[in-house]
């Protein structure tokens, strides 16, 4: 079975300064991984993916995670916030496409952007 | 070109009533899928639609919920006799299961359902 656990509930920093999402991960597969985000009365957005190439993988709006087998984590990272990164994250999982591919999403991180 | 849409938008219904969801995929994708999104909290996988296959209903939480697709196009969700606990929004994604893209799913905007 897959699972992810996103290890925080609501997050806030402060414009200019980093940001740090953490994920982990449980799969019986080599995991592909994603992060997406979802802004208030918006749709999803795909911010990046692991699919088993690098294990530093850079996203949209200068956001990256790093995929570390060790750790089974998928921490999500963005060197400094701005206001408009105030959005709802979450860590997916998916079942491989050799199989059906649905996507497996962790409960989500609230994260909130002080001027 | 256009992404996936769903309709109606917003749908408000009286508990005890069938309601019918409608998604429209992109052109060519052969996977389809549902999830339910309730308050605060992330997705759900509902079912998996992939070319002319069985779907995969494992992720349909009662006989109330059903779901069709005519070949690589439209597909609804039906609710029959609709529960408060239904409540929430419900989205579709569509994705081509082609490599090297065979990974990404494409949302639509969702259906918010209200059962009062």
């Known amino acids: 079975a897959q699972s992810v656990t996103q290890l925080d509930s609501h997050v806030s920093v402060s414009e200019g300064t980093p940001v740090l999402l953490r994920c982990n991960y449980s799969?019986?597969?080599?995991?592909?991984l994603f992060w997406y985000v979802q802004h208030p009365n918006k749709g999803l957005q795909l911010l990046l993916k692991?699919?088993?190439?690098?294990?530093l993988v850079k996203g949209i709006n200068g956001f990256e995670a790093e995929f570390k087998k060790s750790e089974t984590s998928f921490h999500l990272t963005k060197p400094s916030a701005h206001m408009s990164d105030a959005a709802e994250y979450f860590c997916?999982?998916?079942?491989?496409?050799?199989?059906?591919?649905?996507?497996?999403f962790g409960q989500g991180t609230t994260l909130q952007v002080k001027p | 070109g256009a992404g996936v849409s769903q309709s109606p938008s917003n749908k408000v219904t009286e508990k005890g009533k069938d309601v019918e969801l409608r998604c429209d995929p992109i052109?060519?994708?052969?996977?389809l899928y549902w999830y339910r999104q309730r308050l605060g909290q992330g997705l759900e996988f509902l079912i998996y639609?992939?070319?002319?296959?069985?779907?995969?209903k494992s992720g349909l939480p009662s006989d109330r919920f059903s779901a069709e697709r005519t070949g690589e196009s439209v597909s609804t969700l039906t609710i029959q006799r609709t529960q408060q606990e239904d409540s929430a929004v419900y989205l579709c994604?569509?994705?081509?299961?082609?490599?090297?893209?065979?990974?990404?799913?494409?949302f639509g905007p969702g259906t918010r359902l209200t059962v009062t």
């Open positions: 997916v999982v998916s079942d491989p496409p050799s199989n059906t591919g649905k996507l497996i």
């Open positions: 692991y699919t088993s190439a690098a294990t």
């Open positions: 639609f992939q070319g002319n296959s069985a779907p995969d």
């Open positions: 799969s019986s597969y080599s995991p592909s």
């Open positions: 052109s060519g994708h052969t996977a």
């Open positions: 994604a569509s994705s081509p299961r082609v490599s090297p893209r065979a990974y990404e799913q494409y």
